[in-house]
């Protein structure tokens, strides 16, 4: 009975060394440590220099924002819209701001009338999540212009004038002939004549609303005088480029009406105190004088104010067609 362990313990050795080399326990495999997660982001923008939701026509908008949280060599897309439509986008460097934040900036310059607004997005990089903004939006606002006002508004206000063709002076003030050309606008627009701009006709002005329809577009370059409007208007085809303010004949000593050509001149002054005068039709003359009321006043002529008058001359060609009704 003594001999059963010792034959059990040659048995179990005997089967341990039977086993193959792989059943002995093998060493564990180092785990690695889970990533860590990408921090998630927040962008915010803010639009400065506005008032009651609104920027002045040439203002220069700053735009400022944050991206949270600060995260080295990130970068944001700013896009602006007028009217819904985009008009560019910039992509920008993110720098460290306050807080842990970062910070970016930039400007838009405000050249026309509308709905602007502004977003900001921050695509997802492996350092910093994606967010987006939804869009901050404000309006334009004129000013009412003056003579002797100067500056980047009445510049832009002048080239919008010229655009529909009606006169201004040259430089960056609103000069006597600004203000002539203004009381051609009104003339035209049927609004109450005189040489003030006020906002609303510097905000239809920048919009292009206002100008002047040639009744005949097929007869090349030519002169149209539409005496309602007490207005004589050069153009070409369609298009008119000169729109002057005058005084026609008052109901006594009406303008004749008609389809007429230019066929004499007459420089400088006359004994009739007539400016530089061209003819159309016998004795009935486009010329300056020193006297033009906003409406009609003259013996049957065509005034113009005095400081026009030598550019009208010369605009004129012999044979050029004028109409007049």
């Known amino acids: 009975m003594k001999r059963l362990p010792s034959l059990l313990a040659l048995v179990v050795l005997t089967l341990a060394l039977a086993l193959p080399a792989t059943a002995v326990a093998a060493p564990k495999k180092p785990v690695k440590p889970a990533p860590a997660p990408v921090p998630a982001a927040t962008v915010k923008v803010e639009v400065g220099h506005l008032h009651d939701g609104r920027a002045e026509i040439y203002d220069t908008v700053p735009v400022r924002g944050t991206l949270s949280p600060y995260v080295p060599g990130q970068r944001v897309e700013v896009t602006f819209y007028l009217d819904g439509r985009e008009l560019f986008t910039r992509h920008l460097p993110v720098a460290k701001g306050k807080g842990g934040a970062g910070a970016f900036d930039t400007s838009i310059a405000i050249r026309e009338n509308g709905k602007y607004a502004v977003s900001a997005k921050h695509e997802a990089t492996p350092q910093l999540g994606g967010d987006s903004t939804v869009r901050k939006s404000w ?7 003056r003579r002797g006002q100067c500056g980047d508004v009445v510049v832009g206000f002048k080239k ?9 002076n040259s430089g960056r003030c609103f000069g006597g002939k600004t203000a002539r050309g203004v009381l051609a606008y009104r003339k035209v627009n049927d609004m109450s004549r005189s040489m003030r701009a006020g906002a609303g006709l510097v905000k239809k002005a920048f919009a292009g609303k206002g100008g002047y329809t040639v009744r005949h ?3 090349g370059e030519h002169v149209e005088a539409p005496l309602s409007k007490q207005v004589l208007v050069f153009a070409k085809g369609d298009k008119p480029f000169a729109i002057y303010p005058i ?54 002529c065509l005034r113009t104010f005095i400081a026009d008058q030598p550019e009208i001359y010369n605009r004129i060609f012999f044979g050029e067609d004028i109409f007049i009704w």
């Open 139 to 145: 309006k334009v606002s004129f000013p009412a212009l």
């Open 160 to 168: 919008a004038m010229r655009k529909m063709g009606y006169i201004a």
């Open 217 to 219: 577009p097929g007869a």
């Open 247 to 300: 005084s026609s004949g008052k109901s006594s000593t009406p303008t004749v009406t008609g389809h007429f050509e230019f066929i004499r001149t007459e420089p400088g002054y006359n004994s009739h105190g007539m400016y530089y005068s061209f003819y159309f039709y016998g004795g009935y003359a486009v010329h300056g004088y020193n006297s033009v009321p906003d409406y009609p006043a003259s013996h049957g």
